[in-house]
Nanobody, 115 residues
Framework: QVQLVESGGGLVQPGGSLRLSCAAS????????MGWYRQAPGKQRELVAS???????NYADSVKGRFTISRDNSKNTMYLYLNSLKPEDTAVYYC?????????WGQGTQVTVSS
């Protein structure tokens, strides 16, 4: 079993920044593909960014150049840096860990971009 706990969400003005954290209950980054997803009201959950055990990263077109995914293996924590935030980035952000048939999600953290 793997527990994932997100934190760092909040209310921010357009153009602002946030850092989201996803703390894993044990060391998994060398095995699991890690990802950040988001779900806005009335919309489907979508992939925002992901990183593989080898360090490759992938971003949704809508966040390229504004968001950065990273991880600290020593802290078992993954981060998502959100810059130049827009109102359309408002959503609940979730982290996810997958490996073969194993699939774990965090509880989510709310990000609201509004003036």
């Amino acid at each position: 079993q793997v527990q994932l706990v997100e934190s760092g969400g909040g209310l921010v003005q357009p153009g602002g920044s946030l850092r989201l954290s996803c703390a894993a209950s044990r060391s998994i980054f060398s095995t699991y593909v890690m990802g950040w997803y988001r779900q806005a009201p009335g919309k489907q959950r979508e992939l925002v960014a992901s990183t593989t055990p080898g360090g490759s990263t992938n971003y949704a077109d809508s966040v390229k150049g504004r968001f950065t995914i990273s991880r600290d293996n020593s802290k078992n924590t993954m981060y998502l840096y959100l810059n130049s935030l827009k109102p359309e980035d408002t959503a609940v952000y979730y982290c996810r860990a997958t490996w073969i048939a194993l699939d774990y999600w965090g509880q989510g953290t709310q990000v609201t971009v509004s003036s």
